[in-house]
């Protein structure tokens, strides 16, 4: 017989849905003697396991140059919340090769992307990834005017007419002045 038919799975409805890449902040329930308190883990999802009632997922943070992997069951009662800090967008679904980078080259590795939300019924669910989003350098922003920033169409339909016009104006130019000296070299010969 299987523990799955003699109890009925149920879903946490606190955890949302996540996937490898995005940064999490999980706060866990922890029972200390007849204490109890909330721990928040913060980290990178690097795996996720589907299958059931032992469907979960692993959160992996650097602490003091230490790597440290948790894993979280998603039918737990125990799990209290999980934010989303961040949607990353990655090419595998099991991210390990981050436990052989530190720093700014983990980080490197996962995109930032965000996801369109969708609603079902009760429930939020979230879609594939639309685009990336790339930090733009602040410098660029400031200079460009809202109305040009707006439309790039904008920005080359006045350039094309500034090119067209003086080249009409010079070959106008040379039209003119060429014309009548050839005229009076023909009356003089």
Not at 83 to 103: A, D, F, T
Not at 117 to 131: C, I, R, S, T
């Amino acid at each position: 017989m299987n523990m799955a038919d003699l109890v009925e799975i149920k879903k946490n409805p606190k955890i949302p849905d996540i996937a490898s890449g995005d940064t999490v902040k999980v706060s866990v329930r922890i029972m200390e003697g007849d204490k109890e308190r909330i721990q928040v883990f913060q980290g990178v999802v690097i795996k996720i396991k589907h299958g059931g009632i032992s469907a979960s997922f692993t959160v992996r943070h650097v602490a003091f140059g230490i790597g440290v992997e948790r894993t979280f069951p998603f039918n737990s009662s125990l799990v209290e919340k999980v934010e989303i800090i961040r949607q990353g967008k990655v090419r595998r679904s099991r991210l390990y090769y981050l436990r052989g980078l530190s720093g700014k080259e983990a980080r490197r590795k996962i995109k930032r992307v965000e996801r369109k939300m969708k609603q079902v019924g009760d429930e939020l669910l979230q879609a594939q990834p639309e685009e990336v989003i790339e930090p733009m350098p602040a410098e660029t922003v400031e200079e460009k005017p809202a109305a040009v920033a707006a439309s790039p169409a904008a920005v080359k339909e006045p350039e094309a007419a500034t090119k067209t016009a003086p080249a009409a104006e010079k070959a106008a130019t040379k039209e003119t002045p060429a014309a009548p000296p050839a005229a009076e070299k023909k009356e003089t010969t």
